[in-house]
T-cell receptor
């Protein structure tokens, strides 16, 4: 079945460092891909998404490119801030009957940024 | 616009007790979902409701029941709680066919 694999955390960085969080997927066809972020004590929020191969999603300085050749959707940010400390989840959309869909999530990667 | 709301925020139960987690959305979404979040396992789908009047099992439905009361509300019931159900529960909603799901703030459940 469909699945998502993320790099294990925690990832610890200094402020202004470059961030990469790896995400690879296994799926039939070319599903839409998502990054969600969960700040401490809160629910998940959509960070960015890409709906087809070679699309680049971007938001708040974060970027991810849908690479069908490597079945990857790695999250990057050029200069992280302390406020980026959170758990990041990669997810793919998989179809259900009747035109509905569900999300399959990776295990999450905790990012800690220190001053 | 409240988005997705969940009650309660936190609950402690004894083994064998029952409880209902409530979820409501005000975005006129067709589809609603219940997930549980456990350390190192991401979010796993418990049940979903593709549209009003329908519910289906997800990956981990055992020990749970759901009710789609109307378009806005989707509740999750634990009939006889077990320590293995200690987790954080998230409700989410989306438009039919749209991948973006919107999440509530979660309910933290501890079963002793």
């Amino acid at each position: 079945g469909d699945s998502v694999t993320q790099m294990e955390g925690p990832v610890t960085l200094s402020e202004e460092a470059f961030l990469t969080i790896n995400c690879t997927y296994t799926a039939t066809g070319y599903p839409s891909l998502f990054w969600y972020v969960q700040y401490p004590g809160e629910g998940l929020q959509l960070l960015l998404k890409a709906t087809k191969a070679d699309d680049k999603g971007s938001n708040k300085g974060f970027e991810a490119t849908y690479r069908k050749e490597t079945t990857s959707f790695h999250l990057e940010k050029g200069s992280v801030q302390v406020s980026d400390s959170a758990v990041y989840f990669c997810a793919l959309r998989t179809p259900l009957s009747g035109g509905y869909n569900k999300l399959i999530f990776g295990a999450g990667t905790r990012l800690a940024v220190h001053p | 616009n409240a988005g997705v709301t969940q009650t309660p925020k936190f609950q402690v139960l004894k083994t064998g007790q029952s409880m209902t987690l409530q979820c409501a959305q005000d975005m006129n979404h067709n589809s609603m979902y219940w997930y549980r979040q456990d350390p190192g396992m991401g979010l796993r789908l418990i049940y979903y409701s593709a549209s009003e009047g329908t519910t289906d099992k997800g990956e981990v439905p055992n020990g749970y029941n759901v009710s789609r009361l109307n378009k806005r509300e989707f509740s999750l019931r634990l009939e006889s709680a077990a320590p293995s159900q200690t987790s954080v529960y998230f409700c989410a909603s989306s438009y039919q066919g749209e991948g973006t799901q919107y999440f509530g703030p979660g309910t933290r459940l501890l079963v002793l």
